[in-house]
């Protein structure tokens, strides 16, 4: 079993790890048993998209901590490419070290293996401008994982498809993808909620918001799905003492995040021997 100290981290400098229940009003979580989060545990055994979700693990040189985010398989020519939140590659603008991605992770026990990652892609502006909230509709990394024998989705199976949508398109019946943490949350187990997205900001590839899931630490990265494929990944959310609480979502948009696709899944590819 994997036992590890991690920091769970999300895009919300008023995140604390003790979790109000009592954020999302009941007339708006839709998922079937969902808490007042809008969260229900998934069932087991771990399925489809649930399969090639899990977490992302790093090390933060500075703090010397590690630190946990979602992840998920893209499908991609390389089969080794897992797509998570930038923000969860650079903790604080630094460049996490030593990251590793556990799919199908269910309660410290790596169900798919453990699978180092030697290279990492986010958006330029994430590695050489200071935090602002202009930065959030470019809030999507990606890293390429390697085994010792077989690529990554020889394991979990065929990755997601990629959605890309343009800015100001609202999407319902989402469902989101991630560990939440905090009180009623006493172990790293995943859990889904449902929501519907409108749009948030007028710059950029725009932002989903919903306000049917409210994700608390340890949620970004996770993966938002609509119809077998994925349409955005978990970015930030509301303080978690807010009473009526949100989550954005960052959406995969047209040009930028399909060059930084394109370009790890050559570098992937060329990778591989033979």
């Keep these: 079993m994997l036992r590890l100290v991690l920091s769970l981290v999300l895009l919300d400098p008023a995140a604390v790890a003790e979790v109000s229940q009592r954020n999302i009003p009941v007339p708006r979580v839709l998922t079937p048993h969902g808490d007042r989060l809008g969260y229900a545990p998934v069932p087991r055994p771990y399925t489809g998209a649930r399969r090639l979700t899990g977490v992302l693990i790093g090390r933060d040189p500075v703090a010397r901590r590690d630190v946990m985010c979602g992840g998920t398989v893209l499908g991609s020519r390389s089969r080794s490419l897992v797509l998570t939140a930038a923000h969860c590659l650079y903790h604080q603008g630094r460049p996490l070290k030593h990251l590793t991605f556990l799919p199908g992770y ?4 790596p169900l798919l293996g453990v699978w180092p990652v030697v290279r990492a892609w986010v958006p330029a502006r994430w590695r050489n401008r200071p935090f602002s909230p202009k930065l959030l509709p470019y809030d999507i990394g990606l890293v390429g994982v390697e085994g010792r024998k077989r690529p990554l989705e020889a394991v979990t199976g ?9 800015r100001g398109t609202m999407m319902r019946g989402l469902e989101l993808l991630g560990y939440p943490a905090g009180k009623g949350y006493q172990e790293l187990q995943l859990h889904r909620c449902l929501g519907d997205t409108v749009e948030a900001v007028s710059w950029g590839p725009g932002l989903m918001v919903t ?9 970004s990265g996770g993966p938002a799905l609509y119809g077998g494929a994925v349409a955005g990944v978990v970015s930030s959310s509301s303080p ?7 989550t954005v979502l960052t959406r995969l948009g047209g040009g930028p995040f399909q060059r930084m696709f ?11 021997p033979g």
Excluded: E, I, S, V
């Design 262 to 272: 394109a370009r790890a899944d050559r570098a992937m590819r060329l990778r591989r």
């Design 158 to 166: 065929r990755g997601l498809r990629p959605l890309p949508t343009a």
């Design 240 to 246: 978690l003492r807010d009473a009526k609480g949100y």
């Design 106 to 109: 269910d309660q410290g026990r």
């Design 211 to 219: 306000r049917n899931c409210h994700a608390t630490a340890g949620g």
